[in-house]
């Protein structure tokens, strides 16, 4: 797909974007301690596909090998984490929610599962609020937000978008 499609996607900043040439063919969670502490959370989604399909349109995210079997890429920019590739396989994983369209591709697995917080099954039970709910209308009104926007087909504002 071409930017702006359901599989093009990016760090917060905008300095790095990408696009799946083919449609992603899979997609998971991942709690590993490897995955909390690169992400600084409960939990890493990622999906993923042969990697000749994935090309970067922007920027390139810069590398750590978090072992000898692995390389995660994030944004230098901005940190935010990007990518995930296992030695030898051949394929390359994106973090979902770096997508355009996060609701593209849900994860149908999870691994890791050993390492799992004790607390993360009960988030979903939690008292729950919108941002409208606690952010002051005169502060909402206020924010200037520096997050690179979405590409079109699922962006509903364009103006923030850093080309
Ligand atoms: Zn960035
Ligand atoms: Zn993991």
Not at 122 to 136: C, F, H, N, V, Y
């Amino acid at each position: 797909m071409t930017e702006g499609g359901r599989y093009s996607g990016g760090c917060q900043c905008g300095a790095v974007r990408y696009e799946w040439l083919e449609p992603p063919r899979y997609a998971s969670v991942c709690y590993c301690r490897m995955c909390q502490k690169a992400s600084g959370q409960p939990f890493m989604a990622f999906t993923g596909g042969k990697k000749e399909h994935l090309r970067w349109t922007r920027g390139e995210p810069t590398i750590f090998r978090s072992s000898n079997l692995a390389e995660r890429g994030f944004c230098s920019q901005c940190g935010t984490p990007l990518t995930y590739a296992f030695s030898g396989t051949g394929r390359m994983s994106v973090t979902i929610n770096s997508l355009d369209d996060p609701e593209a591709m849900p994860p149908t697995s999870q691994y890791g599962t050993e390492s799992k917080v004790s607390w993360f099954d009960s988030i979903l039970g939690l008292p729950a609020q919108k941002t409208e709910d606690w952010m002051r209308p005169e502060v909402r009104s206020q924010l200037v937000s520096h997050q690179q926007a979405d590409a079109a087909g699922s962006a509903p504002n364009r103006a923030g978008n850093r080309r």
